[in-house]
């Protein structure tokens, strides 16, 4: 059991560049989030899903995509990365089954940096 | 929207002295209530959850918190300071009840913790 996986761990981009930030998980979690962090901002949601086929947005959902075609995965993409997206990039993952206070696991974070 | 305040961007104590974060929520309807702490270059671990059942919560490596709704605070505690403790402590909410929105996470801007030898 990996619990939930991000790859890769760091990234370096330039300006205008895309890439996917990949996050999958083996708990057969329903519920699915990517947050940013940023210094003495916290953690702030991008995106989430509910399910396979079902997404919407967070609070920053700006110059990102997702998609949730399987329940394993749960990439983000960037299509035109800016140097504003410079960031920790967390995933996040929780079933909806149970109780609403059932605990969210984090995956290591991808540290991305934009020139 | 739900909202969380960490008073404190900074704490430092000295090794073995009382550790005290402050959290406050905004919210009409007590929310679930949770404390995560995150070591340099790590993910996020949960700490303790407030689950409405007892308002004062026991967690992991000796930490609790104590849920008061007339305060709308939720301030995590240790008695007695360990080196290992030093590491960034996030305060967050989410909203009671089902449907996605509910099950996101608020965070507060998070509380750096120093332990001082």
């Known amino acids: 059991n990996a619990g939930v996986t991000q790859t890769p761990k760091f990234q370096v981009l330039k300006t205008g560049q895309s890439m996917t930030l990949q996050c999958a998980q083996d708990m057969n979690h329903e519920y699915m989030s990517w947050y940013r962090q940023d210094p003495g901002m916290g953690l702030r949601l991008i995106h989430y899903?509910?399910?396979?086929?079902?997404?919407d947005q967070g609070e920053v959902p700006n110059g990102y995509n997702v998609s949730r075609s399987t329940t394993e995965d749960f990439p983000l993409r960037l299509l035109s990365a800016a140097p504003s997206q410079t960031s920790v990039y967390f995933c996040?993952?929780?079933?909806?089954?149970?109780?609403?206070?059932?605990?969210?696991?984090f995956g290591p974070g991808t540290r991305l940096t934009v020139l | 929207a739900q909202s969380v305040t960490q008073l404190g961007s900074h704490v430092s104590v000295s090794e073995g002295a009382l550790v005290l974060l402050r959290c406050n929520y905004s919210?009409?309807?007590?929310?679930?209530l949770f404390w995560y702490v995150q070591y340099p270059n790590q993910g996020l671990q949960l700490l303790l959850k407030?689950?409405?059942?007892?308002?004062l919560v026991k967690g992991i490596n000796g930490f609790e918190a104590e849920f008061k709704k007339s305060e709308t605070s939720f301030h995590l505690t240790k008695p007695s300071a360990h080196m290992s403790d030093a590491a960034e402590y996030f305060c967050a909410v989410s909203d009671r009840g089902s449907g996605g929105s509910n099950y996101k996470l608020t965070f507060g801007k998070g509380t750096l913790l120093t332990v001082n030898p």
């Open positions: 899903s509910v399910g396979a086929g079902i997404t």
């Open positions: 996040a993952s929780r079933t909806i089954a149970g109780r609403s206070t059932d605990t969210q696991y």
């Open positions: 407030y689950t409405s059942a007892a308002t």
């Open positions: 919210s009409s309807v007590p929310p679930y």
